[in-house]
Nanobody, 129 residues
């Protein structure tokens, strides 16, 4: 099963992007899907996860404030086995390669990369000042 991420690009500070990730190939019914990011020169880090059935959301502590203001929003489409990351009021520090991930089971540590079974190829977000 492959996850196909898209929606990245070059945008000026203050702009918006909507990242998308959907499963391709054989039928994949994820229980949880997530977004990770890897900024230049840094390790990949967890951003947020969402359970597909209930829509329960788990944010990484550094990004939780952005979720409260609506600057970052994670959502899902069960019918498409897809997850989205809406990014508003983008800042240069949002520049990173964004990866989506999915797994077929619940529980465990949502922020741990090793718990995810499938990964997208990454979509680059570059924010210019």
């Amino acid at each position: 099963v492959q996850l196909q991420a898209s929606g990245g690009g070059l945008v000026q500070a203050g702009g918006s992007l909507r990242l998308s990730c959907a499963a391709s190939g054989r039928t994949f019914s994820p229980n949880t899907m997530a977004w990770f990011r890897q900024a230049p020169g840094k390790e990949r880090e967890f951003v947020a996860a969402i359970t597909m059935s209930s829509g329960r959301i788990y944010w990484s502590r550094p990004y939780y404030p952005a979720s409260l203001t609506g600057r970052l929003t994670i959502s899902r489409d069960n019918a498409k086995s897809a997850v989205y990351l809406q990014m508003n009021k983008l800042r240069p520090e949002d520049t990173a390669n964004y990866y989506c991930a999915g797994r077929s089971y619940s529980g465990g540590d949502y922020y741990q990369e090793a718990t995810y079974e499938s990964w997208g190829q990454g979509t680059q977000v570059t924010v210019s000042s």
